[in-house]
């Protein structure tokens, strides 16, 4: 195998997971921390272990601060973007500055942007606006999507994923950079279907935590009967929507396999835990998300949150464009009420599924 150089910007648990079976494969790795990484490049240097991760990172992974990121990146083939959705405009706004023609570009981050008329954007064109137009098109566009927790990655637990992009022989030239016998990487150049289904995947995990919440409020009688009928249900009308979404904003109408590894596969994972989970089960247990978000969640990233702001903010602009129908995506628009308007959780059943018959 070829090696590369890959310098990556972010030194969260992901970005830096994915550094494991590059080094494992022999690449070149420049890991860079933001201005909110400090201490974990300051702990990488001093002692080789991600403090949020818990693990020694490999020995050949090199660590920089921000203010080494030219040095960083200087000669690297693979540029990546592993910042959340939260920092994609500071990002597109650095890597303007270091990215070269000739270099792929690879993003983790997860999540989209709207204009006030609902237009919907994936995050690699948010970045690509902070870019020349020459340099936009000197470079190529790709994203790593689907079901992966980075620890599980980084212990080397069985993952499977798509890279997506606009650029075939990049996507087989990352494919190969990464894949080893644990880390499996399928391609798609359905590029913004595979990052619309990323993002919105992440909605649909805050409403898997009413379940719980529901539970944790009535505290029920014959309790081994525990809502999974409640919670299957949500979870197929969540991939109704995500469904939809990918129909409405891709060219590409035909779902493959690999959409449903990146749509159902990763909203599984995502609903399985973490602090969007969380947040929903507050709201079933009947707490208004306004007193979850200030009180019991402050501070907290919520990513599902932002993206049901911002995609659910899009459903009233584009239902008046008559782009959408008043009744698709229900259970976002529910959602959307929920943390926006701090509606008590009251699901909708009768408009899923296409209405009742």
């Not at 079933?284 to 979850?292: L, Q, R, Y």
């Amino acid at each position: 195998m070829n090696k590369s150089k890959i310098a990556v910007l972010g030194s969260g648990i992901m970005a830096t997971a994915l550094t494991f079976p590059l080094a494992e494969n022999g690449h070149e790795v420049h890991l860079v921390g933001t201005h909110l990484d400090r201490d974990i490049i300051d702990s990488i240097k001093k002692t080789g272990i991600h403090p949020n991760l818990g693990l020694k990172i490999p020995s050949t992974v090199k660590a920089y601060q921000l203010e080494e990121i030219e040095e960083a990146f200087e000669g690297a083939d693979v540029a990546m973007s592993g910042v959340n959705s939260f920092g994609v405009d500071w990002v597109g706004e650095q890597l303007a500055k270091v990215v070269k023609p000739g270099m792929m570009v690879l993003s983790i981050t997860k999540g989209m942007q709207a204009d006030e008329d609902g237009n919907l954007y994936i995050l690699p064109d948010i970045i690509k606006k902070y870019f020349t137009k020459d340099l936009v098109d000197s470079v190529t566009w790709s994203a790593v999507v689907g079901p992966s927790i980075a620890g599980e990655v980084a212990v080397k637990r069985d993952t499977c994923v798509v890279f997506c992009g606009e650029d075939q022989e990049s996507l087989d030239k990352l494919a190969h950079m990464f894949r080893t016998d644990y880390y499996h990487v399928w391609t798609s150049t359905d590029f913004v279907g595979m990052e619309v289904a990323a993002a919105t995947k992440n909605i649909y995990a805050f409403a898997a935590g009413f379940n719980e919440g529901i539970r944790d409020k009535n505290k029920e009688e014959n309790d081994r009967y525990v809502r999974f009928n409640y919670g299957s249900a949500v979870f197929a009308q969540g991939q109704v929507e995500l469904t939809q979404f990918m129909q409405l904003l891709s060219d590409n109408k035909t779902l493959s396999p690999r959409h449903l590894l990146v749509g159902s596969g990763d909203m599984f994972v995502t609903s399985m835990g973490g602090r969007n989970v969380k947040a929903g089960r507050y709201v079933g247990a009947g707490i208004p998300f306004s007193e979850v978000r200030d009180n019991y969640m402050k501070g907290v990233t919520m990513e599902g949150v932002a993206a049901i702001r911002v995609i659910g903010g899009a459903m009233e602009p584009l239902t008046k464009r008559g782009i959408i129908k008043e009744s698709d995506f229900p259970l976002l628009r529910h959602l959307y009420d929920i943390i926006v308007n701090d509606q008590p959780l009251n699901m909708p059943w009768e408009k899923f599924f296409d209405g009742e018959k």
